[in-house]
């Protein structure tokens, strides 16, 4: 059992490992912030959802969706998203051009041929061939819609093809010279729809492979210069862990790929990146981002769950996780000059990395940084006594592992310096403690003013559920690298599971200053179906604690896909209060939480008290970390619609072209007019839906696609099947 302390005493612990060392030199600045890091594919997946406020934050400057009626995914239209995307800090909206087809991959991977015969004027088809191409007919009328009814067409980025290394064009020694005529084909197309509409050349990307491909890259280039259709933006996709290892030289390569063929430096834009188990977390995201600042490149989270989230970057309809309040703070540097950082490890996956900026006009230095589980002493250089002064604030903010809808509130102030003297020389050395690798850190610098600069005041604490006294339940290892990366990851890499029997239960002891309400909140996975636990307090039940079913997808993510819930519970302060979960009716024993129905796979507990909560943010909760800061204490214990009368392509129920008898045998792929809205739907919700699988990995079953995945939220849904043990 672990105690958690009140704020006059101090705890000893055992020896920790030597701090890693991160060193930040403000003063030799690498250019101006891109902020291109945080993009996302399937980010947006109607009007209102993600809604405007989560938009904004995250500061998302580019994002790709499915073209204009797509079949692909049930939602992420980018006519439909265009207004939140554009509305402050979008720049470029790509278009998935395939993604017109509904199957993955695209017709089964094997190239279209000439099947139909298409109308442009009246978006007829009928099954007969016509001697063009298929998909360069369904390009002029995806590019067509965009062309008259985007109020932004020359905001737009069209990528004609999604990894045609692995789709339509795999065997690159027989399909080489089919794929470089379609791509001129494709190219020219699109210009040619733009031109009869008056507007500026179209933005064209790709190729788009899947991974780095040199020789393919090589002859993409070579055949583009000759043909002048090269891409405005160069694309392929990073989607491994040791990505995280290799890309700085796939980017030197291709640098060095367009110097040699005297082609003029492309923009870059990653379009996919990372796995399942970076999404949301915060201390992998700060890695990725890392890397694409530097090389300033554009780039693009993968979409492996639902549309709408920013690829599990945000929580709930409108709430924050740990991974969007990376979003944000990454996004908050826009104006900055990035400046040299130097980790103990470069080009090493799951290792400490950061980014560091300077507004010299501002006076503000910023560090971000994560991915270890050692403190962290920061060496921080180029101080400018212009620009600072001789003494400065420095404040640290913590975000942790929330899971993918577990609510993370406003970062704390965790370690605090007030008027630190800054060395002649422009250094200053600071060691700030870590909660665990998957947490990550907003360091601030700024000079010293008459304000009093001190931790966040709220008391806070949590303990993680492996590190509770468990009955009838066990600890599981949830290692970061298993199955690829496929999986949704834990706090401390532990979770509990086997957590509903009869008489299982968590029990441990807390100590808080003072008597009154607090807010306690748990991060755990229900998979697929609502659970309760009963809460007891010095062996006196004093509430239940209810989850709601979370969204669960394959067998391997239903155990993983976690989100957090919340109650109030009066506790009295002065001495130690054992707590635990207990079953209605039961005498509690020694203390803790304890199953009552359903299946709950617990993973951290956090208590906060309630009076003292910001009032801005009511509805997101904070939880603090293994090492607890209270005045000059601290805590340490082990880690354990456009244009009326325009017509448009019609769908089916499910998704497929809507078809229309008539001789001889045409479809019509007519559009209802969608008329313009002023603003947001009152009440428009965020509710995700399940999407098909996109890009490498173990695929979404079949039959969700398409199908609406809504999290209930009624306090009677509990479970009232037999307990199941997990297997």
Sequence with gaps: MTALVA????????????????????????GAFRGGATGTLYGFGDEGAPTQALINGAHITNSSQKPPFGTQHPSGDILQVEDGFFAKHGQELAIYIQDHYPDWPYHGAVRV?????????????????????????????????????????????????????????????????????????????????????????????????ARWQPERSRDFLTFAKQNDVLPDVFIWHELGIENLATFRSHFADYRALERELGVPPIH??????????????????????????????????????????????????NGANGGWWMFKWYGALAGS????????????????????????????ATVLYGGTDSDVRLDLRGLSRGVFGRSVDVEVREVTLTGAEGLAA???????????????????????????????????????????????PVWTTSIEAEDTDLTAARTYFQDPRANGGWKFLASGSHDVGSFNQPGSKADWTVTVPRTGTYRFQVIGATPGEPGRHALFVDGSHRTDVQYTADLALTDTARWQYRGSTEVAVELHGGHP???????PGRQPGAAGLGH???????????????????????????????????????????????????RLPQRDGDGLLRRRRRVPHRRRVRPAPRPRRPGPRPGAGAGRRASAHHGPGPP????????????????????????????
């Design 7 to 30: 704020a006059t005493l101090t705890v000893a612990q055992p020896a920790a490992a030597e701090p890693e060392s991160l060193t930040v030199d403000f003063g030799a600045t690498t």
């Design 113 to 209: 041929g000439d099947e139909r015969t298409y109308d442009q004027a009246t978006g007829e088809y009928a099954e007969e061939p016509n001697g063009v191409w298929d998909y360069l007919e369904v390009v002029e009328l995806m590019v067509e819609v965009v062309a008259t009814q985007s109020d932004h067409p020359e905001e737009y980025l069209f990528i004609p093809f999604n990894e045609p290394d692995g789709i339509w064009y795999q065997s690159w020694p027989t399909m080489r010279d089919t794929f470089l005529a379609d791509w001129k084909a494709v190219h020219d197309k699109i210009q040619e729809v733009y031109a009869r509409h008056g507007l500026a050349p179209a933005r064209i990307g790709g190729p788009g492979d």
């Design 268 to 317: 870059v834009n990653i379009t996919e990146y990372g796995m399942l188990r970076d999404m949301g977390v915060p201390g992998q995201l700060i890695q990725w981002f890392s890397m694409f600042e530097d090389a300033k490149v554009d780039s693009q989270t993968a979409y492996w769950n639902y549309a709408g989230n920013f690829s599990d970057n945000s929580a709930r309809p």
């Design 337 to 364: 000059q990035t400046v040299r950082v130097t980790p103990p490890r470069l080009n090493v996956a799951d290792t400490l990395q950061g980014i560091g900026a300077i507004d010299a006009v501002g006076r503000r």
């Design 410 to 456: 406003t970062p704390r102030v965790v370690h605090a310096v007030d008027g630190a003297r800054v060395a002649d020389n422009g250094t200053l050395d600071l060691t700030v403690p870590t909660y665990d690798r998957f947490a990550a850190y907003q360091v601030v610098v700024t000079p010293a003013q008459d304000r009093v600069v001190t931790v966040d």
């Design 577 to 583: 209060r054992p707590v635990r979960p207990g079953e």
């Design 596 to 646: 009552h129905a359903g299946q709950v796979r617990p993973d951290r507990r956090h208590r906060r008290r309630a009076d003292d909560l910001p009032r801005q943010h009511p509805a997101l909760l904070r939880r603090g970390g293994p090492r607890l800061a209270v005045g000059d204490a601290r805590l340490r214990r082990d880690r354990g619609p456009r244009a009326a009368g325009r």
């Design 700 to 727: 979404v079953r079949g039959d969700q696609r398409g199908r609406a995945a809504v999290r209930p939220r009624r306090p009677d849904q509990v479970g009232d099947r037999d307990p199941r043990v997990r297997r």
